[in-house]
């Protein structure tokens, strides 16, 4: 079911964005910066109400970010996703609604085929401490780097097509922990508890970008992600953001999050939200 629904997703993602992707014309011996910040909000309010209901509001910061040099020879790429949030109902305290840093590098080789050689890095990890609101008090079960998962991958890319890239390669990705070690630890060691752990695999990322009007745009990644001592079990994210701009400075977000990591759970994570947001773009 799960290489199945693996499948499914990657099929789907590559079929929609090559269609969509066009030829991109960049600056050569330039650093690009970009950065923008923005501010989600979904907010209800209620007084004297006699249909029932309680008051709400959810707040999400987000800031993203990208740095590229680009030659004749070579492409480098960075891309940062910074995401913080909160929601608070009624008379309960605030809970944490959004939890996430994501810094990604890329580096390739142009050796005038379709695909390129490539080494990446990737860092992975919560901003703050994050809780499970299923027990009461609330129970802690992230924070900053723990876990933290970094990534290397070497292999073949294509990212010549505007707003579209894909690759995959051999990857070596490192579990860091403290408190938390149930997402490094290694069950077949019970009289030890390990708070590093190091796994072999194959990975895959591809990222898409696609204006579908003048102000909608669509924003979607996905990762896969196997060991070779389990190659019948896929890693899977899959983030997508659907943006549409009111102005230059107010837009509405849906977001669809996919996620599916044995480690974590195993049942598939699914995060939906749609939101009123704030943007401004510092680059």
Request: hydrophobic letters at 35%.
């Amino acid at each position: 079911m799960k290489n199945k629904f693996t499948m499914i997703c990657t099929v789907l993602f590559y079929s929609c964005m090559l269609s969509f992707a066009q030829t991109d014309s960049v600056k050569l011996y330039e650093w690009t910066p970009s950065l923008v910040a923005g501010l989600n909000i979904s907010q209800i309010s209620f007084s004297n109400w006699s249909q029932g209901g309680d008051n709400s509001i959810t707040w999400t910061l987000l800031g993203t970010g990208g740095l590229k040099y680009y030659s004749i020879d070579w492409k480098f790429r960075n891309n940062l996703k910074i995401a913080y949030g909160r929601t608070k109902l009624g008379d309960q305290d605030y809970r944490t609604n959004d939890n996430e840093f994501y810094l990604e590098s890329v580096i390739s080789k142009n050796i005038n085929w379709a695909i390129d050689p490539y080494f990446s890095n990737t860092i992975r990890t919560a901003v703050a401490a994050g809780y499970s609101y299923d027990s009461i008090p609330p129970v802690e079960i992230a924070n900053f780097f723990d876990p933290g998962y970094i990534t290397q991958s070497i292999g073949f890319t294509y990212d010549d097509a505007k707003g579209f890239n894909t690759r995959v390669g051999v990857a070596v990705q490192e579990v860091f922990t403290n408190a938390h070690s149930q997402y490094s630890d290694d069950e077949d060691t019970p009289n030890e508890i390990e708070k590093f752990k190091l796994e072999t695999g194959v990975e895959s990322v591809t990222n898409a970008e696609y204006t579908l009007a003048e102000n909608l745009l669509l924003k979607s990644s996905l990762r896969l992600f196997s060991r070779f001592e389990s190659f019948d079990v896929w890693d899977v994210r899959w983030d997508n953001v659907l943006a549409a701009k009111i102005t230059d400075y107010l837009n509405v977000n849906f977001t669809v999050l996919v996620i599916y990591e044995k480690q974590q759970s195993l049942k598939t994570q699914v995060k939906q939200t749609l939101q009123l947001g704030f943007i401004y773009t510092l680059i």
